[in-house]
C-alpha cells in the first residue's frame, strides 16, 4: 500500500470531545487544582527527579513481569525493558484497557502506539533515562457485554460465553468458533489471514482470556517493545493491601474523591460514580461490591458477611481476593510501576481528574495525564470521492445538515433559505401587534397567532425546496453516505466501532507499520490518516 498523509486536526474541530478535556489540554487555570503536571513534553524533567520507586519495588516488578510472561516467546526488545526495570534510571508510560476479544475497538491499538511513541520522544528528550511503554490488562473488570464482541464491515460477531466473574481469569472456550465467523465474514480476505491465524493459535493455547490478551498485543507490539502487565497477582496487590484497608475502616478514596467531583461539577460534570467503599471481593467466577450494612460488610449477591476486623484481616492474608474500582485503580497501578505518565482517552482522563486527592492522601505522585491519539483512515476510494464533492477532512465532523447543505451548494442546487423572509415577516407582525393593541388590546394575541403561523408556513415551503434540490443531486447525496457510512460507522468515530482485522483486511500488515512514530500524544490533534494514491 501507498504511504498515509496525515493530516492533523484540532481537537475542537471534530466536536467529539468535552469542554473538560479541551480545557485540560489548553491549560485553563480552572483546572490547576486537580493535576501536577502539564500535558506537554517539559512536565517529565520534572516528574523524572520526583518520581520514587525502590529497588526492591523494581526487583518485584520485575520478577513479576518475568513470570508473567513466562511460556512467551520474548522479543529482545520486550526481553531488555522487562530486565531494565530492574535499573534506577528506568521509568514507564502507561495506557490500559479492558480484555477486549482481538483487542477490541481500533482506539485500543492507537492507546498501544501513542504510549510506545511517547517514550520513545521522551527517552530523546531526557538523556540517561530509560522509557518503557507499558499496557495495564484490565482483567478484573467483569461486564462481559463491553468486551465481548467485536465490528467490521457491516458484521457484529460475539464470543458465545456464560462465564460470570473477572474477565481475565475466563477461560476461552467458544473464541475459535468466533474467530471462523470474523474469517468468513472478512471473505478469508488474504491480507487478514496471518493476523487471525495467530488469534486462533493464542485462544486455542491460552488458560485465560488474559493470558490469550498478553499473546496479542505482543504478536502486534513485541517488536516495538511494549510490556504487558496483569495487576491481578499477589505480589502487586500486597503493596496495595494497606489502601485497601484504609479504605474499609476510613473509606478516604470514596471521601475524598467525592469531594473532588463536587468541586469539578462547579464548572463539568463529573465522570466516575463514586461510592462509599470503592472495592470488590473477588474470586474465580466472582466479582461483587463490597457494601456496608451497619457494622457489617456483605458481598452484594453471596452470602458472605465481614466483622470490619475479619474484613481487615482477610486484605492481610489474601489481597488478591480483592479488586479496586476505577476510582481506586489508577492509584493502584500507579503505587506499583515506576510511571510519569498515563496515556488514555477522553472518559479515562476526565475521572483521573477526580482523584489527585487521593494520590495526595496517601502520598503518591500523580502522573502527567495525556490525551491518547485520534486516527481516522480514509481510504484511496473515499478520498478520491471526498475531492470530488470538495469535502475537507474537518467538513466531514459537520453536522448532517450543514455537510448536505454544503453539498447542494457544491452541485448548483442549494436548497432555498428563507430565513431574512422570516426575520421580516416576524418584524411585520410585530408593528401590527403594537398597532392592533392600540385599536383593541384583545387583538394583540390574535395578531402574535397570525405571525407564528406565517413563519410556520415558509418553514414548511423551506423544508420542501431543501427536498426538491436533495432530489436533483441525488447521485452526489448517494456518494457523500457512501464517505460518511465508512468514517463514522454507525455514527461513531471509525477508531470506536472498527476492530483492527478490518485495517488488516484492507490494509495488511502494513497497516501498523504505518502507524509506528506517528502517534504523538503531545501533538494534541487528531490525526486524519489518507490513503495516497
Same mark, same amino acid.
Not at 134 to 150: A, K, Q, R, T, Y
Not at 385 to 408: D, T, Y
Not at 471 to 482: D, G, K
Given at each position: 500500500?501507498?504511504?498515509?498523509?496525515?493530516?492533523?486536526?484540532?481537537?475542537?474541530?471534530?466536536?467529539?470531545?468535552?469542554?473538560?478535556?479541551?480545557?485540560?489540554?489548553?491549560?485553563?487555570?480552572?483546572?490547576?487544582?486537580?493535576?501536577?503536571?502539564?500535558?506537554?513534553?517539559?512536565?517529565?524533567?520534572?516528574?523524572?527527579?520526583?518520581?520514587?520507586?525502590?529497588?526492591?519495588?523494581?526487583?518485584?516488578?520485575?520478577?513479576?513481569?518475568?513470570?508473567?510472561?513466562?511460556?512467551?516467546?520474548?522479543?529482545?526488545?520486550?526481553?531488555?525493558?522487562?530486565?531494565?526495570?530492574?535499573?534506577?534510571?528506568?521509568?514507564?508510560?502507561?495506557?490500559?484497557?479492558?480484555?477486549?476479544?482481538?483487542?477490541?475497538?481500533?482506539?485500543?491499538?492507537? &492507546?498501544?502506539?501513542?504510549?510506545?511513541?511517547?517514550?520513545?520522544? $521522551?527517552?530523546?528528550?531526557?538523556?540517561?533515562? !530509560?522509557?518503557?511503554?507499558?499496557?495495564?490488562?484490565?482483567?478484573?473488570?467483569?461486564?462481559? =457485554?463491553?468486551?465481548?464482541?467485536?465490528?467490521?464491515?457491516?458484521?457484529?460477531?460475539?464470543?458465545?460465553?456464560?462465564?460470570?466473574?473477572?474477565?481475565?481469569?475466563?477461560?476461552?472456550?467458544?473464541?475459535?468458533?468466533?474467530?471462523?465467523? +470474523?474469517?468468513?465474514?472478512?471473505?478469508?480476505?488474504?491480507?487478514?489471514? @496471518?493476523?487471525?491465524?495467530?488469534?486462533? &493459535?493464542?485462544?486455542?493455547?491460552?488458560?485465560?482470556?488474559?493470558?490469550?490478551?498478553?499473546?496479542?498485543?505482543?504478536?502486534?507490539?513485541?517488536?516495538?517493545?511494549?510490556?504487558?502487565?496483569?495487576?491481578?497477582? =499477589?505480589?502487586?496487590?500486597?503493596?496495595?493491601?494497606?489502601?485497601?484497608?484504609?479504605?474499609?475502616?476510613?473509606?478516604?478514596?470514596?471521601?475524598?474523591?467525592?469531594?473532588?467531583?463536587?468541586?469539578?461539577?462547579? %464548572?463539568?460534570?463529573?465522570?466516575?460514580?463514586?461510592?462509599?467503599?470503592?472495592?470488590? #471481593?473477588?474470586?474465580?467466577?466472582?466479582?461483587?461490591?463490597?457494601?456496608?450494612?451497619?457494622?457489617?460488610?456483605? /458481598?452484594? %449477591?453471596?452470602?458472605?458477611?465481614?466483622?470490619?476486623?475479619?474484613?481487615?484481616?482477610?486484605?492481610?492474608?489474601?489481597?488478591?481476593?480483592?479488586?479496586?474500582?476505577?476510582?481506586?485503580?489508577?492509584? #493502584?497501578?500507579?503505587? $506499583?510501576?515506576?510511571?510519569?505518565?498515563?496515556?488514555?482517552?477522553?472518559?479515562?482522563?476526565?475521572?483521573?481528574?477526580?482523584?489527585?486527592?487521593?494520590?495526595? %492522601?496517601?502520598?503518591?505522585?500523580? =502522573?502527567?495525564?495525556?490525551?491518547?491519539?485520534?486516527?481516522?483512515?480514509?481510504?484511496?476510494?473515499?478520498?478520491?470521492?471526498?475531492?470530488?464533492?470538495? /469535502?475537507?477532512?474537518?467538513?466531514?465532523?459537520?453536522?448532517?445538515?450543514?455537510? +448536505?447543505?454544503?453539498?447542494?451548494? %457544491?452541485?448548483?442546487? =442549494?436548497?432555498?433559505?428563507?430565513?431574512? @423572509?422570516? @426575520?421580516?415577516?416576524?418584524?411585520?407582525?410585530?408593528?401590527? &401587534?403594537?398597532? $392592533?393593541?392600540?385599536?383593541?388590546?384583545?387583538?394583540?394575541?390574535?395578531?402574535?397567532?397570525?405571525?407564528?403561523?406565517? /413563519?410556520?408556513?415558509?418553514?414548511?415551503?423551506?423544508? !420542501?425546496?431543501?427536498?426538491?434540490?436533495?432530489?436533483?443531486?441525488?447521485? @452526489?447525496?448517494?456518494?457523500?453516505?457512501?464517505?460518511?457510512?465508512?468514517?463514522?460507522?454507525?455514527?461513531?468515530?471509525?477508531?470506536?466501532?472498527?476492530?483492527?482485522?478490518?485495517?488488516?483486511?484492507?490494509?495488511?500488515?502494513?497497516?501498523?507499520?504505518?502507524?509506528?512514530?506517528?502517534?504523538?500524544?503531545?501533538?494534541?490533534?487528531?490525526?486524519?490518516?489518507?490513503?495516497?494514491?
Amino acid at each position: 500500500m501507498s504511504p498515509f498523509q496525515i493530516h492533523p486536526l484540532p481537537f475542537a474541530a471534530t466536536r467529539r470531545f468535552s469542554g473538560l478535556l479541551l480545557d485540560y489540554l489548553s491549560g485553563k487555570p480552572q483546572l490547576d487544582p486537580f493535576y501536577t503536571y502539564k500535558p506537554e513534553a517539559a512536565s517529565f524533567s520534572r516528574a523524572l527527579t520526583r518520581k520514587t520507586f525502590t529497588q526492591q519495588q523494581r526487583d518485584l516488578l520485575t520478577k513479576v513481569l518475568q513470570e508473567q510472561y513466562q511460556g512467551t516467546q520474548l522479543t529482545e526488545k520486550v526481553a531488555d525493558n522487562i530486565a531494565a526495570f530492574a535499573v534506577e534510571n528506568t521509568f514507564c508510560a502507561v495506557t490500559a484497557h479492558q480484555l477486549n476479544v482481538l483487542t477490541g475497538p481500533l482506539y485500543v491499538i492507537y &492507546k498501544a502506539q501513542s504510549v510506545i511513541d511517547l517514550c520513545n520522544l $521522551v527517552e530523546q528528550e531526557n538523556e540517561g533515562c !530509560k522509557m518503557v511503554p507499558v499496557f495495564w490488562l484490565g482483567s478484573e473488570d467483569h461486564d462481559l =457485554p463491553e468486551i465481548n464482541h467485536i465490528d467490521l464491515a457491516g458484521s457484529h460477531i460475539e464470543w458465545n460465553t456464560q462465564q460470570q466473574g473477572p474477565a481475565g481469569r475466563m477461560q476461552t472456550a467458544g473464541m475459535e468458533e468466533m474467530i471462523r465467523e +470474523v474469517q468468513a465474514a472478512t471473505g478469508h480476505h488474504v491480507l487478514a489471514k @496471518e493476523w487471525l491465524d495467530t488469534a486462533l &493459535k493464542a485462544y486455542r493455547e491460552a488458560n485465560n482470556l488474559t493470558a490469550a490478551t498478553r499473546t496479542l498485543l505482543h504478536s502486534l507490539f513485541g517488536e516495538q517493545g511494549l510490556v504487558v502487565i496483569d495487576g491481578d497477582h =499477589p505480589a502487586l496487590k500486597a503493596q496495595f493491601a494497606s489502601v485497601m484497608v484504609a479504605e474499609i475502616q476510613e473509606g478516604v478514596a470514596g471521601r475524598l474523591a467525592k469531594q473532588t467531583s463536587a468541586d469539578l461539577a462547579e %464548572h463539568y460534570g463529573a465522570q466516575a460514580y463514586v461510592r462509599d467503599i470503592n472495592l470488590f #471481593y473477588m474470586q474465580d467466577g466472582l466479582r461483587e461490591r463490597i457494601e456496608r450494612q451497619g457494622d457489617s460488610y456483605s /458481598v452484594l %449477591h453471596t452470602d458472605l458477611v465481614f466483622s470490619q476486623q475479619e474484613l481487615i484481616e482477610a486484605i492481610q492474608k489474601q489481597p488478591e481476593a480483592f479488586s479496586p474500582n476505577v476510582i481506586l485503580r489508577p492509584l #493502584y497501578q500507579q503505587m $506499583v510501576l515506576p510511571s510519569l505518565a498515563y496515556v488514555g482517552g477522553g472518559g479515562e482522563l476526565a475521572y483521573w481528574l477526580q482523584l489527585k486527592g487521593i494520590f495526595d %492522601h496517601f502520598e503518591t505522585d500523580f =502522573p502527567i495525564l495525556l490525551l491518547r491519539s485520534s486516527v481516522m483512515v480514509v481510504g484511496r476510494k473515499v478520498a478520491h470521492r471526498m475531492q470530488r464533492l470538495s /469535502v475537507s477532512n474537518e467538513a466531514v465532523f459537520q453536522s448532517e445538515q450543514e455537510l +448536505v447543505q454544503h453539498l447542494l451548494q %457544491h452541485t448548483g442546487n =442549494p436548497g432555498m433559505s428563507f430565513d431574512a @423572509e422570516k @426575520e421580516r415577516i416576524t418584524a411585520l407582525f410585530e408593528d401590527l &401587534k403594537q398597532s $392592533v393593541a392600540k385599536l383593541d388590546p384583545t387583538l394583540e394575541k390574535a395578531a402574535i397567532a397570525a405571525g407564528v403561523r406565517a /413563519v410556520q408556513q415558509l418553514e414548511k415551503l423551506e423544508k !420542501k425546496a431543501f427536498r426538491a434540490a436533495k432530489r436533483r443531486s441525488l447521485t @452526489e447525496l448517494n456518494q457523500l453516505q457512501f464517505i460518511m457510512d465508512d468514517l463514522f460507522p454507525a455514527g461513531h468515530l471509525q477508531e470506536r466501532h472498527y476492530n483492527v482485522t478490518e485495517m488488516f483486511a484492507r490494509y495488511g500488515n502494513d497497516f501498523l507499520r504505518q502507524l509506528e512514530g506517528k502517534l504523538n500524544p503531545l501533538q494534541h490533534a487528531f490525526l486524519i490518516f489518507e490513503e495516497g494514491a
